[in-house]
């Protein structure tokens, strides 16, 4: 499998480029199976070689497939050695993935001014954004994991627990059932903090009439996945009831739109037309989604300036929300996996504004 995504990268960028270096340790990852290299050069022709610290070495030697790994002993030496593989290989024309700019310099500067260094993400995240069957049997898993977690909030929210005393519920949960970790940290936001997106979770006790938004992700063997659920805290209000249902319809509608060959702008607009019809849409104040995978937020992007077209295998999230500040926030939030016909929806169920 590794083999053949360093064969597709090389397809990818041999007519322009000799060679690419490979600097995001996330996207090592995906073309070696390690974690923790300091970076890695991908020839036209030829091995390709991972360079890693010493601390990182034996675990390389042992788990990192389809290159050559040579020692280093920081950032610097890895950029050097690698600049003096590049000048005795004789090659001239060199693409990157991402690296700082005080990185790029150093780099720059220790190659031969004949040699041409361009920036070129888009070659590893044509690979990236279309998961294979290894990758998508992982991303079940990590859903169905998130989904127990989920289950678990649900059943311990309660009038006086404190947000972290849920948070924690879940993690352990996700834990105890296979989770390697948490994809993001734990966002438990209740009362005034659900009208922020992006609220965490502290040490305030839950109260009556809070509506709480639970964001949550498991992570299995590096695959990591997303969900969120809005509930409140006793009997939900008319207008609680009605933000709720608004926002369940855009989630559905989006779901419905997304597939393979749309444009990714059309599953935000049909979800925001819905929430503006009803009033709201001032009030949705992020973008639809994203793509999940090796990290939380990746390609294909969903939001209104989106130029991505959806893909058979992509995985995205379909998250639209309501913020009001001074009343409460709502967001439903699912996993979803495009396909040529009908997507499917990799997280589900629990779709409660009272449990």
């Given at each position: 499998m590794l083999i053949d995504r360093i064969g597709k990268l090389k397809a990818g960028f041999a007519e322009e480029f000799d060679g690419h270096v490979i600097a995001n340790e996330i996207n090592m990852l995906y073309l070696t199976g390690f974690l923790g290299a300091a970076v890695m050069f991908v020839p036209n022709e030829g091995e390709s070689i991972l360079y890693v610290y010493g601390v990182n070495y034996e675990g390389a030697r042992t788990k990192a497939k389809n290159c050559r790994v040579e020692r280093v002993k920081r950032d610097e030496e890895a950029f050097k050695k690698l600049a003096d593989q590049i000048k005795a290989m004789k090659l001239k024309t060199l693409c990157f993935d991402s690296m700082s700019f005080q990185v790029y310099q150093k780099f720059k500067n220790a190659l031969e001014r004949s040699v041409s260094l361009e920036g070129k993400s888009e070659y590893i995240w044509s690979l990236r954004r279309i998961k294979d069957d290894e990758e998508l049997k992982r991303m079940r898993k990590a859903a169905e994991l998130t989904?127990?977690?989920?289950?678990?909030?649900?059943?311990?929210?309660?009038?006086?627990?404190?947000?972290?005393?849920?948070a924690a519920e879940i993690e352990y949960e996700m834990r105890k059932y296979g989770s390697y970790g948490v994809a993001f940290d734990t966002i438990v936001a209740s009362g005034p903090h659900s009208a922020y997106p992006h609220g965490g979770c502290c040490e305030r006790?839950?109260?009556?009439?809070?509506?709480?938004?639970?964001?949550?992700?498991?992570?299995?063997?590096?695959?990591?996945?997303?969900?969120?659920?809005?509930?409140?805290?006793?009997?939900?209000?008319?207008?609680?009831?009605?933000?709720y249902d608004v926002v369940k319809e855009a989630q559905e509608a989006a779901f419905q739109r997304i597939r393979d060959g749309v444009k990714a702008a059309r599953p935000d607009a049909d979800a925001r037309s819905l929430i503006e019809e009803?009033?709201?849409?001032?009030?949705?104040?992020?973008?639809?989604?994203?793509?999940?995978?090796?990290?939380?937020?990746?390609?294909?992007?969903?939001?209104?300036?989106?130029?991505?077209?959806?893909?058979?295998?992509?995985?995205?999230?379909d998250e639209p929300g309501v913020y009001i500040v001074g009343f409460g926030g709502f967001r439903?939030?699912?996993?979803?996996?495009?396909?040529?016909?009908?997507?499917?929806?990799?997280?589900?169920?629990?779709?409660?504004?009272?449990?």
């Open positions: 989904a127990a977690g989920m289950q678990r909030a649900c059943d311990v929210v309660k009038l006086g627990i404190k947000e972290i005393e849920v006790r839950l109260a009556k009439g809070d509506l709480v938004v639970i964001d949550i992700g498991a992570t299995y063997m590096n695959y990591r996945s997303d969900m969120t659920r809005t509930v409140v805290i006793g009997k939900a209000s008319r207008k609680q009831k009605k933000i009803a009033g709201y849409g001032d009030y949705f104040v992020h973008g639809l989604g994203h793509g999940v995978g090796l990290e939380v937020h990746e390609q294909p992007v969903l939001n209104t300036s989106s130029k991505d077209i959806l893909k058979s295998g992509n995985v995205v999230t439903i939030e699912d996993t979803v996996l495009v396909r040529k016909g009908k997507a499917e929806r990799l997280t589900k169920g629990l779709y409660v504004l009272e449990t």
